[in-house]
């Protein structure tokens, strides 16, 4: 195996909390067990589509003081641009992945380490297959959804924000006796909804891997009122389809339609049906932004040593993971292949049934 002496890193798909804690730990790890020189690739792949290839020299004094703490990603990201089907103003797909490839290649590098969701590290593989270069991925991934690793970087962040939109809600949903709904990302996945609506008190959790109907979600809001309640927290997935099983998505200008909407569905027909007055949060984006929690800085920190550690031993194709309270790799290719949702007989959903908690079935 040849000598390592520099190596590249690049964060993709869509942001997350700790993404910097992680470049952070690549840089101190390379630098200071191998002496070697990382070098930051920007905005994901389109970094190495332009001309010339977007790169910084990523040393110790740049990830010194307070870059551990801080949201988002400074090396930037993308999670549009698929370089094998690279979308041209007029509308056609191009396979633009040699250029990426020749981009990569003028950055002379002797492993690339790819931080990413499963779209992005199954892109990030078919570029090293292709291109002959040895790549490490590191899992990060709000929604929480890659195989073969209980958890990834940013998922704890998002949960600890809805967790907290739903402390904010209940005095407020009490004092005007109203049912709260709170739409929340996770893409397929109802990992953030499921996780944050038990920590967070919720009554009703919709997911998209459980189907519900509105005369259970109903039945249950009318129970609570019985009881002498006179407000609910209702949690919703936004992959979550209507009764009648169609997705609700919205546009961008320029962007991928991205799930969203359900929550404003949810919301008018409890009332419809329940003739609760009722009020709709939509969490949206930050969830992904702000402070890292401490779990997710200590993930990033984990995955970061690790990573470099996988390249130093020439061990690449792999993801670092985290399974039964320690640090492993796994081949990238199983942990994409293994879709992680929500196991509707899981523990957490037992959890949630234990609770009286409504799951809409
Ligand atoms: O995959 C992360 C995620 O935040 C999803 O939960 C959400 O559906 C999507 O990305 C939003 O994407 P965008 O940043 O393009 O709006």
């Not at 551990?68 to 990201?77: D, H, Q, V, Y």
């Not at 962007?255 to 569905?265: D, F, N, S």
Request: net charge negative.
């Amino acid at each position: 195996m040849p000598a390592v002496k520099r190596i590249g890193i690049l964060t993709s798909g869509g942001d997350c909390a700790g993404l910097n804690a992680v470049i952070r730990a690549v840089v101190h790890r390379a630098a200071d067990a191998y002496g070697w020189q990382v070098i930051g690739i920007r905005n994901g792949t389109a970094g190495l589509l332009a001309r010339p290839v977007e790169h910084e020299e990523l040393g110790l004094a740049v990830v010194t003081g307070n870059i551990l703490r801080m949201g988002g990603t400074i090396l930037g990201t993308t999670n549009k641009g698929d370089p094998f089907a690279y979308p041209t103003p007029d509308g056609h797909l191009i396979d633009r992945s040699d250029e990426v490839i020749e981009g990569y290649r003028q950055l002379a590098l002797d492993g690339l380490i790819g931080v990413g969701g499963d779209g992005s590290l199954r892109i990030l593989r078919d570029l090293a297959r292709k291109g002959g270069f040895g790549l490490v991925g590191i899992p990060k991934t709000i929604d929480n959804d890659l195989g073969l690793t209980e958890v990834s970087i940013g998922h704890e962040t998002a949960v600890v924000t809805a967790t907290a939109a739903l402390d904010h809600l209940q005095p407020t949903a009490a004092s005007h006796s109203r049912v709260m709904v709170l739409e929340v990302m996770g893409r397929d996945a109802g990992h953030i909804a499921l996780t944050a609506g038990i920590a967070g008190g919720a009554d009703v959790i919709l997911i998209p891997e459980i189907p519900y109907s509105f005369e259970c979600v109903a039945a249950h809001i009318e129970r609570l009122k019985k009881r002498g309640r006179n407000f609910a927290l209702v949690v919703v997935a936004e992959a979550v389809k209507t009764e009648s099983g169609d997705q609700l998505l919205t546009a961008h200008v320029g962007g991928q339609p991205t799930y969203g909407g359900i929550g404003h569905y949810i919301g008018e027909h409890i009332t419809r049906l329940t003739g609760a007055e009722t009020r709709v949060t939509v969490l949206g984006h930050v969830q992904r932004g702000g402070t890292p929690e401490p779990r997710d800085r200590l993930l990033a920190s984990v995955f970061g040593v690790y990573a470099v550690d996988l390249i130093a031993a020439g061990r690449f194709d792999r993801m670092v993971a985290w399974q039964n309270r320690q640090v492993v790799d796994v081949p990238i290719a199983q942990a994409i292949a293994q879709y992680q949702a929500v196991d509707p007989d899981g523990p957490l959903a037992r959890t949630a049934r234990g609770l009286g908690i409504c799951l809409g079935d």
